[in-house]
């Protein structure tokens, strides 16, 4: 009788486990470009884990890192077709919503704080509504990016330096236009070719944050690391907006208390580990470079500026004369 009982109580226990388990109504699937040693990975688990069990299992997100389900490009395409769900990004977009620059724009802020009082502010709430109008994404959060620098094998100091050099940038008008004034040849690149393409031969420099230099390995292809701090920028965490909508008042309300709890993580996250990249780096071998910033943004930010449209450029202009 007592083993009775005891499989009664098993079996029982079983059923509610796969109960549980069936529970989740709603998947989200995100895919990212970093590789699952970044902080954006680790952050992305971290909502994963605390939306799923606020939501009693509701929601389930699940994480693909390193372009499993895509380059950038086709992943917003995945999302406004409803394969994927979930991604970040920033100037990328601006094939959607021209608005998107200002996220990714070469030499618009003076520093970290002129960035934050445009994402937290009235502008930065400009920027979210246009996205969300105009690409059928909603932005849920965003992540701050570490400057950006430029690695090379050979020393660059000074615009002159770069003379014809070949450097991947990402698919981001700005980006090309602010190269092309400095004297390099930008070419536009998907992230994941880009350590092949430096091994190889095909492209000689790349532009990136610490935090990608590192985790992708570039200091096994390039010598040096120009510290040309040209863009301070931000991605935002985006959702298809239909996929969104699917979601009752109250997960969704959960659901954004959630992002914003994520993008605090990786904020965290993001502060421990910039304070060692450098060191990190230089342990394995590069170089860094002290460059001529004003030289740097003496040729890029006129061309920046002119790249925009008209209606582009009166916000670049308050933004600039934001105090």
């Known amino acids: 009788m007592r083993k009775v009982l005891l499989l009664i109580v098993c079996l029982s226990f079983l059923s509610n486990c796969q109960q549980k388990e069936k529970k989740a109504k709603y998947i989200f699937r995100i895919g990212h470009v970093a590789n699952e040693e970044h902080t954006w990975h680790k952050a992305f688990l971290h909502f994963s884990e605390i939306l799923k069990e606020r939501s009693n299992g509701e929601i389930d997100v699940q994480v693909f890192p390193s372009e499993q389900l895509g380059k950038e490009v086709e992943i917003i395409r995945s999302i406004k077709a409803g394969i994927v769900d979930m991604t970040i990004t920033g100037g990328t977009l601006q ?11 070469p030499y618009l802020f003076r520093d970290d704080d002129h960035m934050l009082k445009v994402t937290e502010g009235d502008i930065g709430e400009y920027i979210e509504d246009k996205l969300l109008k105009e690409t059928g994404l909603r932005p849920v959060a965003y992540f701050v990016r570490g400057p950006r620098y430029l690695t090379t094998n050979r020393p660059i100091r000074h615009p002159d330096d770069l003379n014809g050099i070949i450097l991947r940038v990402p698919n981001v008008p700005s980006y090309v236009s602010a190269w092309e004034a400095s004297g390099a040849k930008p070419t536009p690149m998907a992230f994941s070719e880009v350590f092949t393409s430096l091994q190889q031969g095909a492209i000689e420099a790349q532009e990136n944050p610490l935090a990608m230099i590192y985790t ?6 390039q010598k040096y690391l120009n510290q040309t701090e040209h863009l301070m920028s931000w991605g935002y965490i985006m959702v298809g907006e239909k996929q969104f909508q699917q979601l009752s008042p109250e997960l969704q309300k959960l659901f954004l208390e959630c992002a914003k709890e994520m993008q605090d993580y990786e904020h965290q996250l993001f502060l421990e580990r910039e304070s060692t990249f450098k060191k990190l780096i230089e342990e394995k071998g590069m170089e860094f470079i002290e460059v001529d910033k004003a030289a740097f943004q003496e040729k890029a930010a006129p061309a920046v500026y002119q790249s925009l449209s008209p209606d582009m450029q009166k916000l670049y202009t308050k933004i600039k004369e934001l105090k």
């Open 95 to 105: 094939n959607w919503s021209e608005v998107a620059c200002f996220s990714d724009l």
């Open 216 to 221: 992708s390995s570039f200091f096994e292809v």
